[in-house]
Structures are given as C-alpha cells and as structure tokens.
C-alpha cells in the first residue's frame, strides 16, 4: 500500500500554498508538521481529493486518486479541523447518519457504529447529544466518523488544536491505537503531538517539504546548534535582536536563554542537547538555517 505524491503543487496566482511535492508514503503514522499558513491544510485537501492541483499528482498503488474516484473515497477516512456537525444530533445518530452518507449498508453500519464508539471510548455517550460533549469528547467523535468505513488512508487536520493539556495525551493515545496498519497523516503545529506518536516527521514550510524522516534524525541535524547560558538582564535583549531564542526564563541568577544558533554564540554559552521543538525552530524560524 503506498499514496505517492509526485510534484504536487497548488497555486493562487504568484503565491504557491503548496509547492512541489514529492513523497512515498507507506502505512505508518506521519507528523505533518509546520507553522500556521505552511501549507498543511491545502496539503491534505490535495490528499483527500477536495481540491484540484495546479501541478502534480497523488496516486494510491500507481494510479491517479482523480481516476479511482469513489474506490479512493472508500478506503480514506478524514477529519478535517474544524468539522461539522448537527449539535442536536447524538453521538449514535451522528455516527449512523454518516454511515448512511458513505454507503455503508445498514446491518455493515450498526456494526461498525459499535466497533468505532468502542474503540474511541464513546459508547457510553451514545445518545448524548454532541453539543453537550466537551471539546477532547467531540474530536472523538470525529475520529469515529473518520473511522466509520475501516479506512486504509486516515488524514488528520490539526486533531488537537484546542484541546487541554490532559485531552491532548488522551487524543495522541487513541491515535496512536487506530492507525496500525494504516497510512495515517497527522497534520499540527504543536510539537510534542508528533514527537510522540509520529514515525516519520514532515516539516512542511513555506509550502515546500524541508525534510522527510525520524524525530532522532531531525534532531540530530541541529545538533551543535543550540545552546544554553545564563546571563544579566541587561543583555538579554541584545541576545535576542541577534539570534533565535528557544527560551527565556528569569531567574535569581539572571537571564536563563536557550539560543538557537549555527555557532558558539558568545562567550560562555555551554552547548545542548536538542530536541524536536529546536529543530524545528531553527528551519522554520525567521532566523532558521538551511533547508535540509
């Protein structure tokens, strides 16, 4: 099973939101991740066949999704950031009405609406009405919906965007235990989401795929690129006019920084051991390095 994006690229005039892409994906869970206005959204539209490229394709197992039409629908499930839904519409009739919309026949549908609130932990809030659900118990919802026709293709935009600290863990649990066996996309901006759970990072920028791999291989890349010290109030803000700043944090002892930078900054600052959120910064930061 493989979605290959060959070259794919979608422009509004001059400004290219999306600007050639080329990607196998295989099943795996894959960390979409970039700043907001990078390109994720319009990306996963392309993927999900909601929106004509001006270039390129997507092809599922060697041919084009514009072709396979209603096959490609069959097998990808999508929840979108900010999906729809009836508020006066409970959990169970939401889940049956989406069913019906899909194609799925009604003694397929009634099963699979106990297989998918079972999983997603909603059976017990079957016939709750959704607006009466919290916001990490709505996103359930819609990863239920997602799931409804058992998809190969599973294409999550932003999922925790919103959510609380405690329902974000739970969301990247439940993620992480749908997707086996799955080509699973997971879009966000939120870095800890995909360090988490993804086994593959896409950091996405300015429309165009800055790198394709491992959360260890990305961080290895800047590392001797970030650095630590402590300094005097007075000069933080010159530190921070000439270099990216990861961190700032006052203290008995003064300015605590973690400065972002492809060199020994100043005297005294110690090198350290990056992370995600440090790679991350310093390729999609306004003072960010090379592209990879």
């Known amino acids: 099973m493989e979605l290959k994006l060959n070259t794919l690229t979608k422009a509004y005039g001059k400004k290219k939101a999306v600007d050639s892409v080329t990607v196998n994906l295989t099943p795996g869970v894959y960390g979409l991740l970039g700043s907001n206005g990078a390109g994720k959204t319009t990306l996963m539209h392309m993927l999900c066949g909601l929106m004509k490229p001006t270039a390129g394709t997507v092809c599922f197992d060697g041919t084009e999704i514009s072709v396979l039409k209603e096959q490609y629908r069959n097998i990808l499930g999508f929840l979108p950031q900010n999906f729809g839904y009836y508020p006066d519409f409970s959990v169970k009739r939401f889940l049956s009405y989406l069913a019906y919309l899909k194609g799925l026949d009604r003694g397929a549908a009634a099963d699979r609406i106990r297989a998918v609130l079972e999983t997603t932990g909603l059976t017990d809030f079957a016939d709750s009405k959704i607006v009466q ?156 390095g090379e592209m990879l």
């Open 133 to 288: 659900l919290s916001g990490g118990m709505r996103q359930r919802v819609g990863i239920a919906q997602a799931l409804l026709n058992n998809p190969d293709v599973l294409i999550l935009d932003e999922p925790t965007a919103g959510l609380d600290p405690s329902e974000r863990v739970r969301f990247r649990n439940l993620i992480s235990s749908v997707s086996c066996g799955k080509i699973t996309i997971l879009s966000t901006h939120i870095v800890p989401d995909v360090s988490y759970i993804a086994d593959q990072i896409l950091l996405i920028h300015n429309g165009k795929i800055l790198y394709k791999g491992s959360v260890e291989m990305l961080t290895e890349k800047v590392r001797g690129r970030v650095w630590e010290a402590v300094i005097a109030p007075s000069l933080a803000e010159c530190i921070a006019v000439q270099h990216t700043i990861r961190k700032m944090h006052h203290t008995p002892q003064g300015v605590s920084l973690r400065i972002l930078a492809e060199k020994c900054p100043f005297e005294g600052a110690q090198p350290a051991c990056p992370d995600l959120e440090d790679a991350y910064l310093f390729y999609t930061g306004q003072k960010g």
